[in-house]
């Protein structure tokens, strides 16, 4: 197996540290909606309705990302990014009307975040590693999980103690740090520095080619037609939006207000919120290693089915003070949180090959519209009932559906024949 060079380990840290980063902006909502609705008089849906802009460009733009990435580079393209968030969270300190919050929050923060998403991790696994990659995934995507942990107590203290616009400011410049390190320490391919993906040899299929002449929208669009072809790309993307309903579109952006509802602290509920992202680093890493031992569709059974039970229970768990049943769900929750993007990535992988970083885009951006979806919906129906009961049972439905589309998908020898027949035939065409 290839010597672990100290560039491999150097793009993991640059790409966990850009997660980071970009997790602060995507944190502030559920903790400044309170602060916004007081100041303002806006009402849960329509502060929410920005958080569903900013969720649906999130995850719209990440396939359009990664196309970008594979045409101009995946420095470049993290740069800009890393600027648009500091340039959007510092502009959204003069907001004085709705619409405003909804073209930053949602269409600027949405889009620049969403070049800094799960497809950047596929992308940064697929080219960096063969050996371990699950493990890599795992742990970049706890970066977002490691970036809420330490913006969200942060935000919800400087928004208390200094009002709502302070956050807004720290965020913009966590953006801005980040950007020499992407410049340092990141490289687009390891051939940029002599290397070949860690566990791969020289020739090995699976190191990926040099960039296509065709541009990035054609690539973007090229890949989503020829996933849409697959069950295997329905069934992923149609559990993979019930996760983000469940997850940041729901828990991430009303846990905190719904929490309140109950009469519990803002400082309080945030730092639940917060102990859910340690936990989700540790369930997360957990579920690549995972990852690279069972059958990803088994993993994805479990996680769908046991967070909807805890969906269920969750009503009966909130209150003024935090009771070790709340403690229990806050751990489990957080265990569970993103520990099917491993999964889901591997099985990409593994029915899609080097197409998997775009198309991985398009099941995130599923992700997404169900995490949109739920972030405004839950918003409504607490302003109609004066209750979020609805939407956890709802969530809770959901999940149960994503544990059946899940085991759907077919097995991965299965899924790693489909690929070698697609690639026989592309093959035979172009001898034609």
Known sequence: MKRLSPWYIS???AAFLTLVAAAGMRSAPGVLMNPLHEEFGWSHGTIGGAVSVNLLLFGLFSPFAAGLMERFGVRRVTVVALAAVALGSGLTVL??????LWILWGLVIGAATGAMSMPFVSLIAGRWFVARRGLVSGILTAGSAAGQLVFLPLIAALAQDHGWRTPSFVIAGAALLAVPLVLLMLRDRPADVGLVPYGAAPGDPQITPAPSPRSAFATTMTGLRDAARTRTFWLLAGSFAI???????????????????????????????????I??????VFSGWLTDRIDPRF????YYALRGGSLLLLPALLGPEVHPPMWAF?????????ATVPPTIALCAQRFGQRAPV?????????QIGAAIAAGGAG?????????????????????????LSIAVARPAVLAAQLKAEQRDVEAAARA
Do not use: E, K
């Not at 936990?279 to 997360?284: E, P, R």
């Not at 806050?330 to 993103?338: M, P």
């Not at 607490?382 to 059946?404: E, I, K």
């Open 11 to 13: 793009v993991v840290i």
């Open 299 to 302: 993993l994805l059974l479990a």
């Open 95 to 100: 907001v004085q009307q709705a619409w405003q």
């Open 243 to 277: 996760c983000g309903a469940s997850t940041n579109g729901l828990i991430g952006t009303h846990f905190v207000p719904a929490a309140h509802d109950h009469g519990m602290p803002a400082t309080t509920a945030a730092g639940l919120l917060a102990l859910i992202g």
């Open 279 to 284: 936990f989700d680093i540790l369930g997360t």
């Open 380 to 404: 409504l129906l607490r302003d109609a009932t004066g209750s979020y009961d609805a939407a956890w049972m709802m969530a809770a439905g959901l999940c149960g559906v994503g544990a059946v």
């Open 330 to 338: 806050i751990v489990f929750y957080g265990l569970d949180w993103v």
């Open 359 to 367: 198309v991985f885009g398009w099941v995130f951006a599923s992700h």
